[in-house]
T-cell receptor, first 112, second 115 residues
Framework: GNSVTQMEGPVTLSEEAFLTINCTYT??????LFWYVQYPGEGLQLLLKATKADDKGSNKGFEATYRKETTSFHLEKGSVQVSDSAVYFC???????????FGTGTRLTIIP | GAVVSQHPSWVICKSGTSVKIECRSLDFQATTMFWYRQFPKQSLMLMAT?????????EQGVEKDKFLINHASLTLSTLTVTSAHPEDSSFYICSAGTGEDYGYTFGSGTRLTVV
């Protein structure tokens, strides 16, 4: 079956630090991969996605590259801001399957 | 972009009563809607998948008689928590998609507190 493993949090960084949140997956076939962000008290927002190997998703300074050989989709940002404080979820969806499989989420806190 | 409106954003109810949560797709037709439950500091647990005009498909371990889902139109799905108990207190989130998307649009969530 499908599964998504994220690095455990919480992660606390200083403003302008470099961010990496690791995500690896197990899936049959060739899934689409996503990062969602959840700000306090809110639902999830799609941050970025990649639908095939070597694709790079990017948005708001965040990037993630679909690595088929390592089954990974690590989230990176070169310089984080206080406003990036949120919970980040890695997720996958198999082609032809409507369901999303989520990782456990990583809580990120950025301190000024 | 696609917007999903979820209402109410929070609700407090007495034990034994029922609560209805609405999920509306505002600018697109949603053939499929999903309902999730999120416990504090945990990931989302898929409760059920609803397709317009048909019965919802519940995940294993989710009581279909307790969590009633109705998807009567392409823009509205409702989740009714029947005979609520304190252990039903949680954050409920819906998501919707056309079935052609690679991802889905999520509502802002409903925090249910049963006292």
């Amino acid at each position: 079956g499908n599964s998504v493993t994220q690095m455990e949090g919480p992660v606390t960084l200083s403003e302008e630090a470099f961010l990496t949140i690791n995500c690896t997956y197990t899936a049959t076939g060739y899934p689409s991969l996503f990062w969602y962000v959840q700000y306090p008290g809110e639902g999830l927002q799609l941050l970025l996605k990649a639908t095939k190997a070597d694709d790079k998703g990017s948005n708001k300074g965040f990037e993630a590259t679909y690595r088929k050989e390592t089954t990974s989709f690590h989230l990176e940002k070169g310089s984080v801001q206080v406003s990036d404080s949120a919970v980040y979820f890695c997720a996958l969806r198999n082609f032809g399957n409507e369901k999303l499989t989520f990782g456990t989420g990583t809580r990120l806190t950025i301190i000024p | 972009g696609a917007v999903v409106s979820q209402h109410p954003s929070w609700v407090i109810c007495k034990s034994g009563t029922s609560v209805k949560i609405e999920c509306r797709s505002l600018d697109f037709q949603a053939t499929t809607m999903f309902w999730y439950r999120q416990f504090p500091k945990q990931s989302l647990m898929l409760m059920a998948t609803s397709n317009e005009g048909s019965k919802a498909t519940y995940e294993q371990g989710v009581e279909k008689d307790k969590f009633l889902i109705n998807h009567a139109s392409l823009t509205l799905s409702t989740l009714t928590v029947t005979s609520a108990h304190p252990e039903d207190s949680s954050f409920y989130i819906c998501s919707a998609g056309t079935g052609e998307d690679y991802g889905y649009t999520f509502g802002s969530g409903t925090r249910l507190t049963v006292v």
